[in-house]
């Protein structure tokens, strides 16, 4: 299993959250919400207000989102659905936990 933090599309209340529980996809657990503990640009500027994280420490501002357990086909899912590695990337990155589900 892999964590995964989301910050845009993909979050609770998003339109695309039903993805992370959609079976087809692979299993994922909602784990709480975080924010990194480096700043980051976080741009939003696509007709769509798709946010896109810059891999610029330092510069911008901590970043909040939610961190989820995926399986394997899950991972698999999520980096075709967000084209990786054509627009996004995955990278690294320190997260600060704020809530854990109970």
Same mark, same amino acid.
């Given at each position: =299993?892999? /964590?995964?933090?989301?910050?845009? $599309? *993909? +979050?609770? &209340?998003? !339109?695309?959250?039903? /993805? =992370?529980?959609? %079976? #087809?996809?692979?299993?994922?657990?909602?784990? &709480? *919400?975080a924010f990194?503990?480096?700043?980051? !640009?976080?741009?939003?500027?696509?007709? #769509? %207000? $798709?946010?896109?994280?810059? #891999?610029?420490p330092?510069?911008?501002?901590?970043?909040?989102?939610?961190?989820?357990?995926?399986?394997?086909? =899950?991972? +698999?899912?999520?980096?075709?659905?967000?084209?990786? !590695?054509?627009?996004?990337?995955? =990278?690294?990155?320190?997260?600060v936990?704020?809530?854990? !589900?109970?």
């Open positions: =299993m892999t /964590r995964v933090f989301v910050y845009g $599309i *993909l +979050k609770k &209340g998003q !339109p695309n959250n039903y /993805r =992370m529980f959609d %079976n #087809n996809n692979g299993k994922a657990e909602y784990l &709480g *919400l990194t503990s480096q700043k980051y !640009p976080l741009v939003i500027t696509t007709k #769509n %207000n $798709i946010p896109f994280l810059l #891999n610029i330092g510069q911008g501002h901590r970043v909040h989102g939610e961190i989820y357990k995926v399986d394997d086909q =899950m991972l +698999k899912f999520l980096d075709t659905f967000k084209s990786v !590695p054509t627009l996004y990337q995955r =990278m690294m990155v320190q997260l936990q704020l809530i854990s !589900p109970c």
